[in-house]
């Protein structure tokens, strides 16, 4: 199942909107108790963040990268999306111990797909981060984007916190298919993307793309890369 080219482009700039967004509402806080009104303002934000951010993920994972791809997304969008970051960016390292602005920065960077340096602003946060199953995940997959889908020492070390925190959490039990395909396990990946599926209803975007994932792995590809017929049509272009 493919998506309009217009959708995850246009989730990836809200969400990050919205972060840069609840950073400025982050930075305008009563300089008299600092830690108050962060913390509202990333416990206002982080649900409507989740959605989009949980889609991105599921659909960066199985295969559709290019949907973030910056040449897809609209010029002037882009260049606007690039600028606040960079400023959320510099003023957080004038302000290292704000953990709020990190998560969110983090957040923004990898929806841009600067998946690096989205991991090194969760090290920033990691105090934060390391408390809650979803910013692991996120956190997790920041890496192992960066590292052509590798779980290195690090993120295996994520792993096991998250999977001690929530090993039912969907996103956890994502990252623990991409483990397992990563290690080469297919029964592994083919369990985890069973109970995966299971917590979505019939029907829905995420559980007909994790369904075509498991008649994938079932078919002997890699989930992870691109459909064999998208291939061959990119060949005879």
């Known amino acids: 199942m493919l998506l309009p080219d217009w959708l995850l482009p246009f989730l990836g700039v809200a969400t990050v909107l919205a972060a840069l967004f609840g950073a400025s509402l982050v930075a305008a806080g009563d300089p008299a108790h600092p830690e108050a009104p962060r913390r509202r303002a990333w416990q206002a934000l982080a649900p ?57 920065l983090a957040r923004s960077l990898k929806v841009t797909g600067r998946h690096r340096e989205a991991a090194a602003a969760y090290e920033k946060a990691a105090t934060r981060a390391v408390q809650d199953p979803e910013l692991l995940a996120d956190w997790i997959e920041a890496r192992i984007l960066a590292d052509d889908h590798h779980f290195d020492v690090r993120s295996r070390e994520l792993l096991a916190q998250a999977m001690a925190l929530a ?71």
């Open 48 to 104: 409507g963040l989740g959605a989009p951010l949980a889609l991105l993920a599921l659909y960066v994972a199985l295969g559709h990268p290019v949907a973030l791809d910056p040449a897809r997304r609209a010029p002037d969008s882009a260049d606007a999306v690039e600028s606040m970051v960079e400023r959320l960016a510099a003023r957080l390292e004038r302000d290292g111990g704000d953990v709020d602005g990190w998560l969110m």
């Open 167 to 237: 090993p039912e959490h969907p996103a956890v039990l994502m990252m623990r298919v991409l483990a397992a395909l990563d290690r080469g396990d297919a029964t592994a990946a083919r369990q985890g993307l069973k109970r995966l599926s299971a917590q979505y209803a019939p029907g829905s975007a995420d559980r007909q793309a994790l369904d075509e994932a498991l008649r994938r792995l079932d078919a002997g590809e890699d989930p992870r890369a691109a459909p064999r017929d998208a291939r061959t049509r990119q060949d005879i272009r």
